[in-house]
């Protein structure tokens, strides 16, 4: 066995920041006959399940991606639908979330929202802020291109010099900031594209694709998506561990 083997500890094979782009649910309620905003409904559900699963797994830092800057192209009974089950979950979840010690956290843009959306979804902010338990952090009106325009026009509104910009300083302004960034992207449905989730956070993700519609990602196969992240070996672009220690012995 070789010393890297030896020396992880089950903490470090844990990726302590998981994010999720939430595919499928679409297909998923087509392939039943339903219409589509029931996929959503069940993708709902089982983000309940998911939760809870995560929790038990030991994950810290758990990022969804619930709707991207692009998704205001569905059409508008779709968009909507969207809104109204992000109020329902907040109306309806909040108080075991907070029960919980979820903390929850956005990123993106809630100017879009309706102001009583955004009311609601920054009362929830303030009102777990302090939970220790899981970072259950909603990518909600998110895009990385956007965010990235939007770090730089902070920088440039702070009075900023070119010199002073650095990977850590533009880490701090994006929405993310305070938040390791996820060492393990998950993908439900098969689609093989980051689809503007996290581009600057993900430089060195490790990658889980599925072809399970999200509806249908249970707790297994989550199990199974760690396990296979455990398996991995992140190089960063260096060597291996092993492969360094043998260098360095020889
Ligand atoms: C993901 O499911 C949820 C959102 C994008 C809001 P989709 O709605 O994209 O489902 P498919 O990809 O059409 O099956
Ligand atoms: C990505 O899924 C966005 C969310 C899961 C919220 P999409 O279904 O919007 O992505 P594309 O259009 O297939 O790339
Ligand atoms: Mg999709």
Redesign the pocket.
């Known amino acids: 066995m070789s010393d890297r083997t030896e020396n992880q500890t089950a903490d470090t094979l844990v990726p302590r920041h998981v994010a999720i ?4 649910n ?1 297909r998923w309620a087509i392939s039943r006959g339903l219409p589509r905003l029931a996929g959503h409904r069940a993708g709902t559900e089982n983000l309940r399940r998911i939760l809870r699963a995560a929790v038990e797994f030991g994950i810290d830092y758990l990022t969804i ?4 800057t ?2 205001w192209g569905r059409p508008p009974e779709e968009v909507h639908g969207l809104m109204r089950i992000l109020e329902d979950v907040i109306d309806r979840e909040l108080e075991e979330l907070h029960q919980e010690g979820v903390q929850l956290r956005h990123i993106g843009r809630l100017e879009r929202l309706d102001p009583k959306l955004q009311e609601k979804v920054l009362s929830a902010i303030e009102l777990t802020r302090n939970n220790k338990q899981l970072v259950l952090n909603i ?1 909600f009106n ?1 895009g990385g291109r956007d965010e990235i325009v939007h770090a730089v026009q902070c920088m440039i509104r702070d009075g900023i010099s070119a010199d002073e910009v650095t990977d850590e300083l533009i880490s701090k302004h994006m929405f993310t900031a305070g938040v390791p960034d996820p060492d393990l992207i998950i993908r439900t ?1 098969g ?1 093989l ?1 980051v ?3 996290l581009i600057w956070q993900a430089a060195y993700s490790e990658w889980y694709i599925t072809q399970t519609y ?1 509806p249908d990602f249970g707790k297994e196969e989550l199990r199974k998506a760690l396990d296979t992240y455990a398996q991995r070996d992140r190089r960063y672009g260096g060597l291996s561990e092993v492969v360094g220690n043998e260098v360095h012995a020889g």
């Open positions: 782009i939430m595919d499928g679409g991606y619930a709707f991207s692009e998704n990518a998110y449905s689609e594209r689809s503007n989730f999200w």
